[in-house]
């Protein structure tokens, strides 16, 4: 199935749905892809005017490929300018994924301040220097749905030294529209930073994920790059700190994304 199709699922039904095996990575789905139907779900109960602010996301246990889970939204609270709600994924009667969203409208304010976010590592018009993709046996399964080309740091299990991970992307299936939804699952295509540090194939995966959005969202058309630049905050004992930036073509802010990954090895 393709992204669209899994992500009409999550929109029309909340049971027995399914993730087939070419989304996944390693036994379990992929976890862009997991917040994304989470999210498509949540975002189809709350009014247009209300735009998302911000996203955090919990993963407690594994999505497991092609087999049947539940998928729950509750309106946690609705204010006259903010809408706050919970969703879930449940497998086997246990929690597997947990989001927690903000959505909201503009207010009456005096500021207007787009702060400094200028890339100063590559130049997102230029894929000239865009090194070879991360090879295959580096990569899961899900990967194949998307275009990334690495421009800053090194690949996964290089033992680099390197504190920064980031390059362009974009899906390579055109969607007929790119929203928020793509966003999320775009941006998690990326490995976590801090894999490129270890000399060993070891296994990570993501415990906690907070994604800001900016809005208005600025213009990002179907066939466009993303660019996108991870730093390495902090790791030890096998936790590690990721922040990271989103911008699309014209160097605006997009989102930020900051991550709690474990690495096992």
Known sequence: MTFEELIDTAVTSENNLIIPENWSQGRTAYGGLVAAMIYANMRNKVAEDRLVRSVQISFIGPTLVSKPFQLSTTILRQGKSVSQLQGTISQDNKLCTQIYAAFGKPVPSTINYQGTHDITDFDPQDHSQAKPSIPPEL?????????????????????????????????????????????IAAIDCWPPATLAMTTTIAPASTMMWNIEFAQPQPTIEPTDYLSYLANIRHCDGGYGYTAAKIWNKENRLVALSNQTVITYG
């Not at 194949?144 to 690495?150: A, E, G, Q, V």
């Not at 421009?151 to 790119?178: A, I, W």
Request: charged share 25%; proline share 9%.
């Open 139 to 183: 990569s899961p399964s899900f990967i194949n749905y998307f275009d990334i080309l690495p421009l800053v740091g090194d690949y996964p299990f290089s033992g680099s030294k390197e504190e920064k991970m980031g390059g362009l992307m974009r899906f390579k299936d055109e969607p007929k529209q790119f929203h928020e939804t793509h966003l």
